[in-house]
């Protein structure tokens, strides 16, 4: 069992930055892939960077690449996302997750945070 907790959002003008971390408890989670998803109001789950186990592979949706940098510290069971560049359509709830294969789809994803907000200002 893996336990995850994001923290980091708040509220930031367009063009500002974010730092979120997400936190793991529990067992091997430097055996599992990490992804971050986001959902805005009204909106499906939208997957936006992944990280593998060792931190070598990294992988972002198009409309971040760029702007955000996914990152990881096995020995501190954490994973960060840093967010520069802030538009108001990266307003969202942002999810953290972790999957035992290398997956970007919210259903191969085997645990999930409960999300930290993030909303950007224009």
């Known amino acids: 069992q893996v336990q995850l907790v994001e923290s980091g959002g708040g509220l930031v003008q367009a063009g500002g930055s974010l730092r979120l971390s997400c936190a793991a408890s529990g067992r091997s989670f430097r055996n599992y892939a990490v992804d971050w998803f986001r959902q805005a109001p009204g909106k499906e789950r939208e997957f936006v960077a992944v990280?593998?186990?060792?931190?070598?592979?990294?992988n972002y949706v198009d409309s971040v690449k760029g702007r955000f940098t996914i990152s990881r510290d096995n020995a501190k069971n954490t994973v960060s996302l840093q967010m520069n560049s802030l538009k108001p359509e990266d307003t969202a709830v942002y999810y953290c997750?972790?999957?035992?294969?290398?997956?970007?789809?919210?259903?191969?994803?085997?645990?999930w945070g409960k999300g930290t907000l993030v909303t950007v200002s224009s």
């Open positions: 997750a972790a999957a035992s294969f290398y997956r970007t789809v919210p259903s191969a994803m085997d645990y």
């Open positions: 990280i593998s186990w060792s931190g070598d592979r990294t």
